[in-house]
């Protein structure tokens, strides 16, 4: 059988069940994969519930209805499969549709995951649409809450712009819809529909330009300098995306030459986004990234049924709670952000990292993780430790790197989930981010062994891997 069989099969099982409970992730990818399922299952008129997690682990387990419900494990699951054989879950019970590494078990759950294919960059979210689209044809209006999870997932950073099936099928079903945008050759850069241009782009490090990136007075000048109008006659700081087309050559034009200048490659300068134009022009709805982080706020706040409200069309009450969860989210994570730069982190020869404590919600804190890298050693990953209130004895790792890094052959989900089974924890992610749960009283040896596992993935890349 190959992906398009295992799909196929996974849209006759859901709409042959009587009744299904869909578990989710949090994030952007999990709240995205959530809204389709459960509109693609709605809409085929078959009763279901939705439970979201932070993840799978023995915490969280008591969350699954214990029930005959046909249970959709949707950004989750995959690696967690013990859990749900412990459970007592059959065969007959579970899906799992996942995009991280599977992890052996003795029951053959059925699954839908696109790595063992090939498919590296797809999120939950997109195969949940492509189950979807298999269940009915007409669910392809939901291509466009594909797009923002798996850009959310972080699916298109790399390449900037989603690739494979997530862009072939995916973003092509979302323009033929005329809900979806394409712009092939876009500034890479966030916040172009609701930031200031000159807050954009010295917000903005990929790529680092000097004098601009981190610098926002430097960004008004670099502008100012090019005769570009930023603000309009009332007052009102311009976005990018009001910009004339004459105005965003020139801006792009400039900025190139300024890496040039200064023997930096302009590769990541422009990007492929994705835009919807049927959502309100300077609002975080406007673009796939800005919309993923509005979903990212919700979930991260432990309001995730919030953003799956605004997916399904809520402008009203829920837009307004998540737009007010979104500017505490960024507060707190400019906060995070200085504290760790403040604080500092500790050296060790593959890994810098960090202890929070209970400052700052696990949630979080990886988000602050991959924030201060930029401003740290980029070079090294980081590893940070918070505290978990729901149970004192456990420990929350958070880590993050590069994709330069991770092309040297580092694997943070591999280094993660080794360590902590080591410890009795659990672990999981992708190789540019992951996370764990340890015992807290293991915090120290963890790290240390983090570190040996690090150094091996560095010395396995060679002697040039630095």
Known sequence: MGFCDDVQAAAETISAAGNITIISHIDADGIASETILSQAVARAEIPHRSVFVRQLEPLTMPQVPDDDSFKIFTDLGAGQQNLLEERGLSERDVLIIDHHISQPCSRQYLQ?????????????????????????????????????????????????????????????????????????RDLNCYGTATRPLYLSLAYNDDPFIRGISNNPEGAKQFLRQLGIRQQTADGRWLVWEEMLQEDRRTIISALAEQLIAHGESVSRLLAETYHFPDEPARTPLR????????????????????????????????????????????????????????????????????????????????????????????????????????????????????????????DLQQALSAASAEYGGGGGGHKIAAGAYIPREAEQEFVVRVNKILGEQFGAAGPDHR
């Open 112 to 184: 839908v995951n696109c790595l063992p294919y090939g498919h590296m960059r797809m999120s939950a979210a997109g195969i949940a649409y492509l189950i979807a689209k298999a269940m009915n044809a007409a669910n392809t209006d939901l291509a466009k809450t594909a797009i923002i999870g798996n850009v959310g997932d972080m699916m298109a950073r790399e390449t900037c712009g989603l690739v494979g099936l997530a862009r072939d099928v995916i973003v092509q079903d979302g323009v033929r819809h005329r809900n979806v945008e394409v712009r092939k």
């Open 287 to 410: 673009n796939a990234q800005e919309y993923a982080t509005l979903l990212n706020a919700c979930g991260r706040w432990a309001r995730p049924q919030v953003g799956g409200a605004i997916l399904r069309g809520d402008r009203g009450s829920s837009y307004r709670e998540a737009e007010r969860m979104l500017a505490n989210h960024r507060a707190i994570i400019r906060d995070l952000l200085g504290y760790i730069l403040d604080t500092g982190v500790t050296q060790l020869e593959w890994v810098q990292y960090l202890h929070v404590g209970a400052r700052y919600p696990d949630t979080i804190v990886g988000i602050g993780a991959g924030m201060a890298l930029s401003k740290l050693d980029s070079a090294k990953p980081i590893l940070i430790m918070c505290s978990v209130p729901e149970d004192p004895n456990l420990t929350k790792v958070s880590m993050r790197t590069t994709d330069r890094v991770v092309g040297r052959g580092v």
